[in-house]
């Protein structure tokens, strides 16, 4: 069992920078791979980033290539997502997920458990 809380959202203004915390329980967490994915108003959910277990390998969407950056810390439990360069257009509420393989949660957007979101909002 693997429970995870976000946190870190907030106002920001275009071109700022935050960075998400997802803090996981569990003692199995250094073994799963962790995604973020992010639900604008009216749209569906997408996938932004994964790391793998190991955290040798890492995957994001084409958008925010270049801009955010995934990293895990398993001696804490914690993966962060640093996004910088913020754009009206990544105003979401902002998940991260853990699923036993990293390109399960990049091809198909399924997570084993999945956190409760926290709010990111860049105002144009």
């Known amino acids: 069992q693997v429970e995870l809380v976000e946190s870190g959202g907030g106002l920001v203004q275009v071109g700022g920078s935050l960075r998400l915390s997802c803090a996981a329980s569990?003692?199995?967490?250094?073994?799963?791979?962790i995604g973020w994915f992010r639900q604008a108003p009216g749209k569906a959910r997408e996938f932004v980033a994964a790391l793998s277990w190991t955290g040798g390998t890492t995957y994001y969407t084409d958008s925010v290539q270049g801009r955010f950056t995934i990293s895990r810390d398993n001696a804490s439990n914690t993966v962060y997502l640093q996004m910088d360069k913020l754009r009206p257009e990544d105003t979401a509420v902002y998940y991260c997920a853990a699923a036993r393989d990293a390109v399960v949660l990049v091809t198909t957007g399924r997570g084993d458990y999945w956190g409760q979101g926290t709010q990111v909002t860049v105002p144009s």
């Open positions: 569990g003692r199995t967490f250094s073994r799963y791979a």
